[in-house]
């Protein structure tokens, strides 16, 4: 039996959960193919500073775990694939998290981490982020934004200056126009190497949306032994509905064996050894959404820690496909509730909106796999967008009658000095 005992082996461990599940995503080659993006970035003269790293222990893999496997549970979908980057999802939460307060930062800290406080999560997830390596064939790459509605909000320079520290975050101000949609689409574009080419349709103007917090991530590996064209046969694959589909199958012998509660699987590894996939499948007559419903962060943590060093003879099927899931219900399910009303929502240390406060509109993300002979290209993106009212509440007008002698200025908005100045006693002729 393998046990894990080491951090090399911890990362390994939950990148197999990523690849097996789509805990995935990147950054990449395209740019020069795209158009140029317009928005001002607003982190000149906020730089990085100096963060330690912590040791990723027990208390942060039951977290991360046990999040990613309820956000499976809570997303996929009962007529089709199903593809989601937990990784994702918790770094643009734990972002949007360094700028909620009061109920709103608890239940959210809950959520994320099992009610780990915000700066602790902050610290594992750099860490985290710190200790994924690539490598010649193999890829990893996750990016991190933040976009602002350049008219009417003003962000909060300790939230810019947390979320550069932790998540090496960018920040634009932008008009949230048509233009806007395309300079995120663009920024998401490149950062997955073109797997996410179109994440936003639109930029919702009432109420309007007045932050994005993204992240994007990619992984593009080869295996550590690439199947030759002689092992890829064609066979039959039974759906869920079971109707029989031709399929190319990759045949292979493997020596990590997967086996306990109700399933069997493998260890496949990518070329350095530092990632692996694992397939993990339910027994014949288990049915896969009872098998996912009852898997818990410690049990995935079990099958895969305790895989067996044996021989086993293996069929992979090729696949490639994309799957995009709106996460507002999964995370209000999971107790994140406050953060997506208008009535409870605290994201007050974000900055000010001047109409007034904030809460989350929508979650996006997208996720995209292709598994073939040389290896596994995959790509994610979470969009969290924060919206706020469009006016201030309703006051009592006021009347001005200039029906008597007044003074007017002529003044330069950029010092607000007058340019001119003068009154007026009488109404000239």
């Known amino acids: 039996m393998k046990k894990l005992q080491s951090l090399s082996s911890i990362l390994k461990i939950v990148f197999s959960f990523v690849l097996a599940f789509g805990f995935i995503g990147c950054n990449g080659n395209i740019e020069d193919n795209l158009p140029k993006i317009q928005a001002s970035n607003l982190m000149h003269g906020i730089t990085a500073q100096t963060v330690n790293t912590v040791a990723l222990d027990e208390q942060f893999r039951n977290a991360a775990a046990n999040f990613s496997l309820n956000l499976f549970r809570n997303t996929i979908s009962d007529s089709g694939n199903s593809l989601i980057s937990p990784a994702s999802v918790l770094i643009a939460l734990a972002m949007a998290a360094n700028g909620a307060d009061g109920n709103t930062l608890s239940q959210m800290e809950q959520v994320i981490g099992g009610g780990m406080p915000i700066a602790q999560l902050n610290a594992y997830f750099y860490s985290f982020l710190k200790n994924l390596t690539s490598h010649p064939k193999e890829k990893i790459s996750i990016s991190n934004s933040i976009w602002f509605r350049e008219l009417g909000f003003t962000p909060n320079r300790d939230f810019l ?34 797997l996410i080419k179109e994440m936003l349709k639109s930029i919702p103007q009432d109420p309007p949306a007045v932050l994005y917090l993204i992240n994007t991530i990619l992984f593009d590996a080869e295996w550590a032994n690439i199947y030759e064209k002689r092992s890829v046969r064609n066979g039959e694959f039974t759906n869920y509905d079971n109707q029989k589909q031709t399929a190319q199958f990759m045949h292979s012998d493997e020596y990590l064996y997967i086996q306990g509660n109700g399933a069997t699987g493998f260890i496949k590894p990518y070329h350095s050894g530092r990632y692996s996939f694992a397939a993990i499948l339910p027994d014949k007559g288990v049915d896969i959404f009872d098998y996912i ?22 069929a992979l099927p090729k696949f490639k496909y994309e799957y995009d899931v709106l996460m507002n219900d999964a995370l209000e399910a999971m107790g994140m509730e406050e953060a997506f009303s208008e009535e409870t929502a605290n994201l007050s240390r974000m900055g000010n909106w001047v109409y007034g406060a904030l809460w989350i509109s929508r979650v996006l993300h997208k ?13 994610a993106a979470t969009v969290i967008e924060p919206v706020g009212p469009t006016s201030g509440p309703p006051t009592s007008p006021h009347y001005v009658t200039l029906d008597r002698p007044f003074v007017y200025a002529i003044i330069d908005n950029e010092t607000n000095l007058p340019l001119f100045i003068g009154s007026l006693l009488s109404i000239p002729y």
């Open 161 to 194: 200056q947390t979320n550069a520290n932790y998540f090496n975050a960018d920040a634009f101000a932008a008009p949230f126009n048509n233009q806007t949609v395309n300079d995120i689409n663009t920024w998401i574009n490149k950062a997955t190497d073109g």
């Open 293 to 314: 419903a009852e898997l818990s962060g410690e049990e995935y943590f079990n099958l895969i820690g305790n895989a067996n060093r044996e021989r086993v003879i293996t």
């Open 367 to 379: 996720a995209n796999i292709a598994v073939d002979e040389r290896g596994t290209k995959a790509g």
